[in-house]
């Protein structure tokens, strides 16, 4: 075996462009393993999982690009891996040019195109800023998907749009449904009387398609960024967010979601929703419901979900109650059979998420069911991961935060971080459960479940190898009209094996049951 490594210093690629460039590597004669990141900690950790770590890679600062491949023969095959991986980015770094008119700069574009009222701008955090406040300037809604933004430049886009008539959503806001037309990550779900406002773009996506799964639709669903409410921003957009729907003709009820804010923002926003009659329903994921004066609470994404739609006008559709009752009965009696399957030393719950709310859900569902869980979006310090690489007990990780996502694409787009996470995780005999998400939309992966399928089919036959049933379960977040069509993923990944619920709040707590 050969390892071979370039490091091409303070080299900048869309991530996206770079997992590209690494799959066409992998596709080389020889070739065992490749990767084309930049050289941060949690990717150098990935490498040195991966056994691809040289010297010169560790060596290699956040900023630089590590191109590493490893190779069955001489280093003759590396030598023709690395250069083809050059040429290849030195396409991509050439392409995109047609005949076709493209304006150079942001506010070419809005000249070029007057009608245009919104710019989505996906760029690396450090030219984020610039872009948004060009786009502000020029009149423009802004839908900023960027994240390692400071928080201080969220603050003063976020004040000038208020101040201007303006939405300013993100950043780091992945999803938002603007009168149709999906963005970011988001679903096809139909229009309807349901107005979002979410600080969390997995927690928009949920409840989006669990209403469509009720046959609800969604008038506008706004995205706004997770550190919106809390006090450093001061949900500044959550309530522009709010307003612009309380006075939208099409929205009959209101639909909150985010991690519990600061107390200060929690009073305002529910301030302001005491402002209309509209009936809101508020899911504040591990907040106290007592708090939600004026507002209708939901402990859950699901239950918020059913909650919102039994207020629209004419609905006939199941109730919350009677509907969560019935599942707990039914996950009860799962789990008890489950539980049957598993050895004496298999403890432990592990979740690998991929979005970072429906990783806060489970991570409140299971400190609710069995304590003490490790994850690096622990709300208390006490139980944050010492490295977010390495679970220990029970853990959750989302790996979609900042730690993982720099110089790689979100891994909503890109499964390998999760798949080789997946496989250390069954080599662990105290593991007893895993959880996964997949989310659908537009986006995301195209066909998530052709490579998480046969990852979990090598998790089961790696704990088989030593006696042990790996219990493998999950939800699918997304709809029949999503590209990757909900049927069909759900089916390719029962037949690998995994569990599939219908929420993610239901695939948490039968896994907490199974081990409770």
């Not at 997992?19 to 070739?31: F, P």
């Not at 047609?98 to 574009?109: M, N």
């Not at 450090?126 to 998907?145: C, D, I, N, T």
Request: with cysteine; hydrophobic share 45%.
């Amino acid at each position: 075996m050969s390892i071979q490594t370039l490091i091409k210093p303070s080299q900048y690629y869309d991530s996206v462009a770079l997992m590209l460039v690494a799959r066409e590597l992998t596709k080389l004669d020889g070739v065992q393993d490749a990767a084309v990141i930049m050289a941060t900690e949690a990717n150098k950790a990935m490498l040195k999982e991966a056994g691809l770590l040289t010297a010169e890679a560790q060596a290699a600062g956040p900023n630089d690009l590590v191109i590493a491949v490893l190779t069955a023969g001489e280093n003759g095959a590396s030598q023709a891996a690395l250069a083809k991986a050059e040429s290849l980015l030195a396409q991509k770094a050439g392409s995109g040019g047609t005949a076709e008119f493209r304006p150079k700069t942001l506010r070419g574009a809005a000249r070029n195109n007057p009608a245009a009222n919104l710019a989505v701008i996906s760029v690396a955090g450090r030219y984020a800023v610039a872009e948004a406040w060009s786009a502000l300037r020029s009149g423009l809604h802004v839908l900023l998907f960027s994240d390692n933004v400071p928080v201080e430049d969220e603050v003063a886009l976020k004040t000038y749009a208020r101040d201007h008539g303006l939405l300013l959503m993100g950043p780091d806001a992945g999803t938002a449904i603007i009168n149709g037309a999906a963005l970011g990550f988001a679903n096809a779900v139909p229009r309807g009387p349901v107005g979002l406002v979410s600080a969390s773009g997995t927690g928009l996506q949920e409840v989006s398609t669990l209403l469509a799964k009720l046959g609800v639709g969604v008038s506008q669903a706004l995205g706004v960024g997770g550190r919106d409410v809390k006090a450093s921003v001061g949900g500044l957009m959550m309530l522009e967010g709010l307003k612009a729907l309380q006075s939208d003709p099409a929205t009959q009820v209101l639909l909150l979601v985010s991690k519990p804010p600061d107390p200060a923002v929690m009073q305002k926003i529910l301030g302001q929703v005491q402002a209309s009659d509209k009936p809101a329903v508020v899911c504040f994921l591990g907040g106290d419901p007592e708090l939600a004066a004026g507002a209708i609470p939901a402990r859950t994404l699901q239950e918020a979900a059913y909650l919102a739609a039994a207020q629209v006008e004419g609905y006939e559709g199941p109730d919350a109650a009677a509907v969560l009752e019935m599942e707990r009965l039914d996950l009860v009696t799962q789990a008890t059979h489950l539980r049957t399957l598993l050895k004496p030393e298999q403890k432990y719950l592990r979740g690998l998420f991929s979005g970072g709310t429906l990783a806060a859900e489970t991570l409140l569902l299971w400190n609710e069911q069995v304590g003490g869980v490790w994850s690096n979006i622990a709300p208390n310090k006490q139980w944050q991961l010492p490295r977010a690489t390495e679970s220990q007990e029970h853990t959750v990780v989302d790996l979609g935060e900042d730690e993982f996502t720099v110089g790689r694409p979100h891994p909503m787009i890109d499964n390998d971080l999760r798949m080789r996470r997946m496989l250390r995780e069954a080599a662990d005999p105290s593991v007893a459960v895993v959880m996964l998400d997949v989310v659908l939309g537009y986006g995301a992966h195209p066909d998530p479940a052709s490579e998480l399928g046969p990852a979990i089919r090598q998790m089961k036959t790696t704990a088989a190898g030593r006696g042990h049933e790996l219990i493998v379960v999950g939800a699918v977040t997304g709809t029949e009209a999503d590209p990757q069509r909900l049927s069909k993923q759900v089916a390719a990944l029962e037949a690998s094996g995994m569990l599939v619920l219908p929420s993610n709040a239901a695939a948490a707590k039968l896994a907490a049951l199974i081990v409770k």
